[in-house]
């Protein structure tokens, strides 16, 4: 099939359309996977809590769900990994403009990690989309 010029134009218009659309997906799940991620640190922190003051009988059943719940966690963890690497220019949380925050004590401790993405992955211009 021949596409005339009309036609690549609205291929390259659909293609960037979904590209957009692709972003927009990922970043709402970002947003979802954040949230989850905090939930589930709460759980797990409210948990390892509660689990000093259980009987020793029950202790077991708490250190399964404290697994399952770190388990979770690493998965979601993982997702986010995995979504910042797919979309590293709709994800990107970090302005290029910003000088980089420096300690307290004024000494330099590296680069500052701001989401998941690393400095290689993101782009030259990076929109910032929260």
Known sequence: MVLGVGGIKAAVKDSAMADDIGGKQARMLAVALRA???ELSEQLKTH???????AVRRQRQQV???AT????LN???????????????????MDPRRP????????????????????????ERCVCHG
């Not at 980089?100 to 782009?123: D, E, I, K, N, Y």
Request: charged fraction near 35%; charge should be positive.
């Open 36 to 38: 989850t991620i905090a």
């Open 48 to 54: 390892d809590d509660d689990v000093n003051r259980r």
């Open 64 to 66: 399964k769900r404290a």
């Open 69 to 72: 719940l770190r388990d979770q």
């Open 75 to 93: 998965e979601a963890h993982r997702h986010l990994d995995e979504l910042h690497r797919r979309f590293p220019e709709a994800l990107c949380t």
């Open 100 to 123: 980089v925050r420096r300690p307290m004590s004024g000494r330099f401790a590296g680069p500052a990690r701001t989401g998941h993405v690393l400095p290689s992955q993101r782009p």
